[in-house]
């Protein structure tokens, strides 16, 4: 299995929102993890550690070596995050078991390189990202740190898609459709300029 990050936490003793509302007062943020052959165990997390976590980034896209004190260490990845709708931070987490076959949906980063070699940029083109992450089914031994998207060659008016992206060995899609990733848009110079050509023309008829 790829290389694990540890993560502490302990076993939060009670289920519940009363239990979970007690956790965030002390100072935690509560969570479970599921999955595997084992019942589901509720957790807390301190909160200062899991928001720098959370702030580096990747950590739906990380294989995680969780430490429960007084159990084994094991395998697990995020699920999901809720935040508060306010504050923006967190307020649990779920976790789920893997090995190192499991089959699991991951939010990958897109990265973008080489702007210098695409045309559409280099002429005051605007890279327009629709979507910096996209959401991968992966084998948790084998989970990509990122998706590499070239511009090289990409001028004004190229879409790509993420049919157009090389996927890491083992990761496909989630969804049927060939969704669009990002852009490169005209200038807002020559968007303004077609805009004035096009109202011409329509007077003009």
Request: proline content about 6%; glycine content about 10%.
């Amino acid at each position: 299995m790829a290389d694990a990050i540890d993560l502490a936490a302990q076993v939060r003793a009670g289920t519940g929102k009363g239990a979970a509302r007690q956790a965030r007062r002390d100072g935690h943020v509560p969570g479970i993890v599921y999955g595997g052959d084992a019942p589901p165990l509720p957790i807390n997390l301190d909160f200062n550690p899991l928001l720098t976590r959370l702030r580096a980034g990747h950590f739906l896209s990380t294989l995680w070596n969780l430490k429960v004190e007084g159990r084994p260490d094991q395998r697990v990845v995020c699920q999901a995050v809720q935040r508060h709708v306010v504050k923006d931070v967190p307020v649990h987490v779920d976790f789920r078991r893997v090995t190192p076959t499991s089959r699991v949906k991951l939010r990958i980063e897109v990265r973008f390189e080489n702007h210098d070699a695409s045309p559409g940029l280099k002429r005051g083109g605007t890279l327009v990202v629709v979507r910096q992450e996209v959401e991968l089914e992966v084998t948790a031994g084998d989970i990509p740190d990122h998706l590499t998207v070239d511009l090289a060659g990409t001028d004004v008016g190229t879409v790509i898609h993420i049919d157009d992206i090389a996927l890491p060995a083992g990761a496909r899609k989630t969804v049927d459709r060939n969704f669009v990733v990002a852009n490169v848009s005209a200038p807002s110079g020559l968007r303004a300029s077609d805009a004035v050509d096009g109202a011409g023309a329509a007077a003009a008829t």
